[in-house]
Nanobody, 127 residues
């Protein structure tokens, strides 16, 4: 069982930066791949970033590649999402998620593959 709690959301101007954190409980956090997703009002949940359990493999969609960076600190049971050059289109509720995977380099980009979800944190980017 893994419980996830996101923090770090808020209001920022376009071009600004935010860093989201996701604190996980559970002794096996280091063996879960982690992901970040977002959902804007009236839209489907969208994949934002994924990181393998080892931290050596990451994956991003084109919409955030080069602007967002995912990282993790297994000693602190925490995963981070550094978001730079934010745009109004990045406005959404951001969720972190955890998935059990068969190896240290595996990442997942599909929301339905994830086993555990946080409650979300709101990010609002003003123009």
């Amino acid at each position: 069982q893994v419980q996830l709690v996101e923090s770090g959301g808020g209001l920022v101007q376009a071009g600004g930066s935010l860093r989201l954190s996701c604190a996980a409980s559970g002794r096996t956090f280091s063996t879960y791949a982690m992901g970040w997703f977002r959902q804007a009002p009236g839209k489907e949940r969208e994949f934002v970033a994924a990181i393998s359990w080892s931290g050596t493999n990451t994956y991003y969609p084109d919409s955030v590649k080069g602007r967002f960076t995912v990282s993790r600190d297994n000693a602190k049971n925490t995963v981070y999402l550094q978001m730079n050059s934010l745009k109004p289109d990045d406005t959404a509720v951001y969720y972190c998620a955890a998935v059990a995977v068969p190896g240290p380099s595996v990442v997942r980009a599909v929301a339905s593959r994830y086993d555990y979800w946080g409650q979300g944190t709101q990010v609002t980017v003003s123009s």
